[in-house]
């Protein structure tokens, strides 16, 4: 059963830093891996999505990085800015329409 | 392109009564749309799994008599919640996958339920 733990749960950086948000999965049998913002009482805006063939996605500020192998994805945001305060959500797509969710990093960015 | 939306956005109503919430893909077609839910600083949970012209597929533990969804169209799916009860109040999203991009989903932006 695949399961996607994101760490760490909750982060606050000042702003202009630099940062990185982890997420891993069980099984390295994925189609492809899509990192999600949600601001409170929102829905989901997508990010970036990563195939399974695929080593990193860029856009603009934000990274993101696949190793199937291990597992393991990390979301890179330069330069942070308090409009960058969210939840990020990492979703593992399995196949046969199965996305599995992490738990998400409420993510915090003080001016 | 690949936009999904719900109505309403959001919804307050009193307990036994009926909810349902529409999701649409506005500028493609789903053969798939998914319905999931998400609890307060919890992430999202797939409830089911919705084909065109067929019946839903529920993932354990979602009670389908509860859960009605109907997916009519190649643009349309619908959830409708019966009986709300307080413990129904959640955040609802759906999602759908383009007809021959079965390995990507695009969110709609979500309804807030609110079951007094």
């Known amino acids: 059963k695949q399961e996607v733990t994101q760490i760490p749960a909750a982060l606050s950086v000042p702003e202009g830093e630099n940062l990185v948000l982890n997420c891993s999965f069980t099984d390295s049998a994925i189609y492809n891996l899509q990192w999600f913002r949600q601001d409170p009482g929102k829905g989901l805006t997508s990010l970036l999505l990563?195939?399974?063939?695929?080593r990193e996605q860029t856009s603009g500020r934000l990274n993101a990085s696949l190793d199937k192998s291990s597992g393991r994805s990390t979301l890179y945001i330069a330069a942070s800015q308090p409009g960058d305060s969210a939840t990020y959500l990492c979703?593992?797509?399995?196949?046969?329409?199965?996305?599995?969710f992490g738990a998400g990093t409420r993510l915090f960015v003080k001016a | 392109g690949a936009v999904v939306s719900q109505h309403p956005s959001w919804v307050i109503c009193k307990s036994g009564t009926s909810v349902k919430i529409e999701c649409r893909s506005l500028?493609?077609?789903?053969?798939?749309m998914f319905w999931y839910r998400q609890f307060p600083k919890q992430s999202l949970m797939l409830m089911a799994t919705?084909?065109?012209?067929?019946?839903?597929?529920?993932e354990q533990g979602v009670e389908k008599d509860k859960f009605l969804i109907n997916h009519a169209s190649l643009t349309l799916s619908t959830l409708t919640v019966t009986s709300a009860h307080p413990e129904d109040s959640s955040f609802y999203i759906c999602?759908?996958?383009?007809?021959?991009?079965?390995?990507?989903?695009?969110f709609g932006p979500g309804t807030r339920l609110t079951v007094l």
């Open positions: 979703a593992v797509n399995t196949g046969g329409f199965k996305t599995i």
């Open positions: 999602s759908a996958s383009e007809v021959g991009r079965y390995n990507e989903q695009f």
């Open positions: 919705s084909n065109e012209g067929s019946k839903a597929t529920y």
């Open positions: 990563i195939q399974s063939s695929q």
């Open positions: 500028d493609f077609q789903a053969t798939t």
